[in-house]
Structures are given as C-alpha cells and as structure tokens.
C-alpha cells in the first residue's frame, strides 16, 4: 500500500541549479497536487492537477512548472532554484474532481538550496 | 484572500489530559479537515465534516463544524504520548474552491 510515493527525500542544490521532484500516486486519483510548507505558514498550494492533461497555479507558483505525466505521476520542475525555494515539497492526490475532498499526502521532500 | 488562524500556536500538556484547539476563518466554509502531521512525514486526514453543526469522532478525537460555519474545534480526550505532532486544519467555501490550509497547532505531550 504505497499512497503518494514522493522522491527524492532529501536534495541539497546550489542556486541557479534545477531539478525535478517526483511524485506517483497508486490510488487511481483523479486530483494532484504540490504544496511548500514552511514554518508557522501551514501548507501553501503551488500547482495543481484537477486530471490528466491538465494544470493550473495554486497561490505560490512563481518559479516552478509542472507535468502531469499520466494519471499516476505529477511532477514539480525548478528551473533555477533560489534560496527562497529551500522548504518541505508535499505531494497530494484526491479522488473526486471536487476540491474539498481529503487529500492524501506523501512523505515529503526535504530541498535546501545554498 | 482567505485565512485561516489556528489557536493555540503550540501546547504542552501531561499525558492524559484533555486538549481542545480550534480554527476560524474571516469567510464562510463549506468544508472543514483535519490533519495531523508526525516529524518526518507528510500530513494525514484525522476527521472531515461537510455539515454546520455537525460533530463527528474518530477514537479519543471529536471534531465540531462552528454553526456560524467560520469556525470549526477539534478536542482530544486522554491524551497519550503518540498525540504528538501539528494538527492542521483545512477548509473551502465550496466544492470548487481549493482547500485552504491553517499554520498548525504543535501538541507535546509529557508523560
């Protein structure tokens, strides 16, 4: 019973560097989603996926892109990561197109940028 | 744009005793979740409620939806060591509104 498998879980990266975090869900979701979380500031909404094919900005997506692969997998893209990048990446899925379902988390990736 | 505001910021409790925190927002919701979040690990859905009014438990947690639906209690009785972590609330004025996300309440319990 996976859930949302993200990788890496941990990534230092020195500015102006890029990198993609991954994300795959098992749970034949329909939603997707990427959240920054930082201290005191809760989760804030970056990108996300309502279904395959499609994308839209959340409230912080400044300097980030993203590809909903297929179904399973949605990716975050830094193309040139700045200090102010450095937080917790969460993945979710839910599974009703509606955006006030649970949404199922993933473990996190843990980004620094020097 | 919409806010939510979680309180207390942080609580430090003896083991078996009761917590009650809660979450307002300056809008109407619809929606109100709750997570909790351990160290290391990405936040999971404790209790959802979809009705003004309604309470709804989960073990030793009771959730309540404010009937003036700004504002939604999450309570925990007995409380015991693995309690610990952030307890988010979450909410949306509709079902087409994204979920929107409070800064957390951290709980230690000390036994």
């Known amino acids: 019973n996976a859930g949302v498998t993200q990788t890496p879980k941990f990534q230092v990266l020195k500015t102006g560097q890029s990198m993609t975090l991954q994300c795959a869900q098992d749970?034949?979701?329909?939603?997707m989603y990427w959240y920054r979380q930082d201290p005191g500031m809760g989760l804030r909404l970056i990108y996300y996926s309502a279904s395959e094919g499609t994308t839209d900005k959340g409230e912080v997506p400044n300097g980030y892109n993203v590809s909903r692969l297929n179904k399973r997998e949605f990716s975050l893209r830094l193309e040139s990561a700045a200090p102010s990048q450095t937080s917790v990446y969460f993945c979710?899925?839910?599974?009703?197109?509606?955006?006030?379902?649970?949404?199922?988390f993933g473990d996190g990736t843990r980004l620094s940028i020097l | 744009g919409q806010q939510l505001n979680q309180s207390p910021q942080s609580m430090f409790i003896q083991e078996g005793e009761d917590v009650s925190m809660n979450c307002t927002s300056s809008?109407?919701?619809?929606?109100w979740l709750w997570y909790k979040q351990e160290p290391g690990e990405g936040p999971v859905l404790l209790i959802a409620l979809y009705k003004a009014g309604e309470l709804t438990s989960n073990g030793r947690l009771t959730a309540q939806f404010g009937i003036t639906r700004k504002d939604s209690f999450l309570n925990i009785s007995a409380s015991i060591p693995s309690d610990v972590g952030i307890y988010f609330c979450?909410?949306?004025?509709?079902?087409?509104?994204?979920?929107?996300f409070g800064p957390g309440t951290s709980l230690s319990v000390i036994p």
């Open positions: 809008s109407i919701f619809n929606t």
């Open positions: 749970m034949n979701h329909n939603s």
């Open positions: 979710a899925s839910s599974e009703l197109g509606r955006d006030n379902q649970p949404q199922h």
């Open positions: 979450a909410g949306s004025g509709t079902s087409y509104d994204k979920v929107i």
